[in-house]
């Protein structure tokens, strides 16, 4: 069998086993002869089988034993760049001919495996895929971006590329060719699952694989990733002064001055707002009576240079020559985690793709950034490469695809009324409603990807994937979501309804989904 050359850096495959392998076929010992390697560009790394209970990540153990297989695929124009996956194959009582893959968050780099074990533990019979990105962490300062620190998979072209709107289609046909040799029966169905960076991923698929997937969950997506960086440094410049800096007690301030006037709008006295678009908080009614009043540790009121502070970040970046908005702004009640606003995000993503994707210049300084004249150039070099937000997904509905997106009100990066203006984009060039393929599922209270830490009782765990197992499988449209496990512990569960319906509490246990109505 011929290998493709990057195989030679390898260690050749070595298999490993905790426990016995059942006699029986499918082997995890002989997984890598297969396939035909080379057609797929990939090298098997090692294979292994874990028993039942055997691995255990965040405390979560496997319930079902499978066969976990780490291959490396070389792609990009000189083919040697590498991306490496992992494959976690359920013996064969406990695959349903599901394929489940799984993306990546932030800067990637490495596999979500806490993801691959959710799905692989969901009971749904999945074969489970995930990815590094395309580029390793390790290769690229741990993963994390920082001000003035080169970062190696910026300056790769193909690694660019590869990072969001290629990484799952790069490995997925191998995967599921793997799958389809060790049952000896091909995935009858193939399934994404990604949020943040894997909600762009997510994107990326439908947009420019639109044949690869028959469902998709894009939970709070940055596929605008290039102005929602431009986002991040908005907030970041406007926070970045000690008198417009919103300290935590202020923010909390805020927020419950918000819940205080919005809260029973839903019917629900529950210090959550169920549509802050219904809020018709003015921040201003917070304003200190005279000027030079210090509202540190006091909690009373907002002075001039908060207010404004706060106003910008409600509204999102805007041209500085004609004011239009290049991102939408922050929701009412998402303020309590707008400190990641105020610097951190900006540091992490927008100060590292500025310096090293945009201006190729680590000494870039961003206070110089021109909200006018220097957005096309995050355009032509950052949006071109890492944005998905075509309007049009007609390839993707005309292949059956179906996707499920979900936003947290709540969310501290991403502004959550993005999701909403892209389904409004892609309705509008679609012509009308694309409910038949499209649902977006806005959380009340929900953060990035789950809890918010502002609403700590909300229930964080939304229940996605099953519905849309049984939306591709059994046409069967989600008409609500349930959500369960708040971070504090307390025994509430929520009904998630698809955009723009809401919950409408019908009386009784108001900690129950059971009584509300999506409407
Ligand atoms: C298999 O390869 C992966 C990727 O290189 C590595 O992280 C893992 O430790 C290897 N596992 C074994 C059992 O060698
Ligand atoms: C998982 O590992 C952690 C750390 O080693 C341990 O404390 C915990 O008990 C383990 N959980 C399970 C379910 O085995
Ligand atoms: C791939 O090859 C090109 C051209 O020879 C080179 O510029 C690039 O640095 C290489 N990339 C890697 C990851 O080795
Ligand atoms: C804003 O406040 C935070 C926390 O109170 C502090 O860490 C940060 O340095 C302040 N930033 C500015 C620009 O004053
Ligand atoms: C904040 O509280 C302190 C101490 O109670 C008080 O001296 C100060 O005047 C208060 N400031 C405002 C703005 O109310
Ligand atoms: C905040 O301001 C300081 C001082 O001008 C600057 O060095 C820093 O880059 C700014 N931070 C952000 C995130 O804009």
């Known amino acids: 069998m011929k290998l493709p050359w990057h195989c030679l850096a390898f260690v050749p495959l070595v298999v490993t086993s905790a426990v016995p392998r059942k006699p029986t076929s499918p082997d995890c010992s002989t997984i890598a002869t297969s396939i035909n390697l080379a057609s797929y560009n990939t090298c098997f790394l090692n294979a292994t089988y874990h028993a039942a209970n055997s691995i255990n990540i965040s405390d979560t153990t496997n319930s079902v034993p499978f066969c976990e297989v780490y291959s490396s695929i070389s792609y990009g124009r000189n083919n040697n760049d590498t991306l490496v996956s992992a494959l976690w194959l359920p013996d064969p009582e406990d695959y349903a001919e599901r394929f489940m893959a799984v993306g990546n968050g932030g800067m990637a780099g490495v596999i979500d495996t806490a993801n691959m074990l959710t799905q692989l533990n969901s009971g749904l019979g999945f074969a489970v ?20 620190v080169y970062i190696p998979y910026l300056h790769d072209a193909d690694q660019v590329e590869a990072w969001i709107h290629d990484a799952i289609a790069l490995f997925t ?10 049952y000896g029966q091909a995935p009858q169905h193939s399934f994404y699952d990604g949020c943040s960076t894997g909600g762009a991923q997510g994107f990326a698929l439908a947009q420019y694989h639109p044949d690869l ?11 605008w990733y290039s102005h929602l960086a431009l986002s991040f440094l908005w907030n970041a410049q406007q926070t970045n002064t000690s008198k417009r800096n919103l300290t935590q007690d202020v923010l909390e301030f805020v927020t419950n001055a918000v819940l ?23 921040i201003q009614s917070l304003a200190c009576e005279s000027e030079g009043l210090s509202t540190s540790g006091n909690n009373t009121c907002l002075t001039k240079p908060q207010l404004a502070a706060s106003e910008a970040i409600y509204s999102g ?36 793709i500025l310096q090293n994707l945009v201006y190729d210049d680590l000494d870039y300084d961003s206070d110089t950034f021109n909200w006018a004249s220097d957005v096309g150039d995050v355009n032509r070099r ?13 390839a993707f509905r005309d292949a059956g695809g179906r996707i499920i997106v979900t936003q947290g009100w709540a969310d501290p990066f991403n502004a959550a009324l993005w999701p909403i203006e892209h389904l409004h984009r892609i309705e509008k060039a679609m012509g009308g409603d694309v409910s038949e393929w499209f649902e977006l599922f806005m959380i009340p209270g ?7 830490s502002g609403y700590p009782s909300v229930p964080a765990t939304y229940h996605t994937v099953a519905p849309l197992v049984k939306w591709v499988e059994d046409e069967k449209k989600p008409k609500q979501i349930r959500s369960t496990a708040a971070p504090d512990g307390s025994d509430v569960t929520r009904k998630l309804c698809p955009w723009p319906q809401t919950a409408k509490y019908t009386g009784g246990d108001e900690g129950d989904w059971k009584n509300y109505v999506c409407k």
């Open 129 to 148: 895929a995930g990815g590094d990105g395309g580029h390793a962490a390790a290769d690229n300062n741990g993963g994390g971006g920082e001000p003035g």
């Open 173 to 182: 046909p191998m995967a599921r060719e793997t799958t389809a040799a060790y």
């Open 213 to 223: 997937f028959d469902g998709i969950v894009a939970g709070s997506p940055g596929n």
């Open 260 to 282: 205080d006037a919005c809260d029973t709008l839903d019917g629900v006295a529950d210090r959550l707002i169920e549509n802050p678009l219904r809020c018709k908080f003015d």
């Open 317 to 352: 970046p805007v041209r500085s020559d004609n004011a239009k908005p290049l991102y939408p702004g922050f929701s009412l009640g998402s303020e309590t985690e707008w400190a990641l606003q105020e610097g951190p995000l900006a540091e992490a993503f927008s100060i590292p």
């Open 382 to 394: 950052a949006g071109k490469h890492i944005d998905e937000i075509s309007p049009d997904l007609s």
């Open 446 to 452: 929900g953060g990035h990807c789950g809890a918010a």
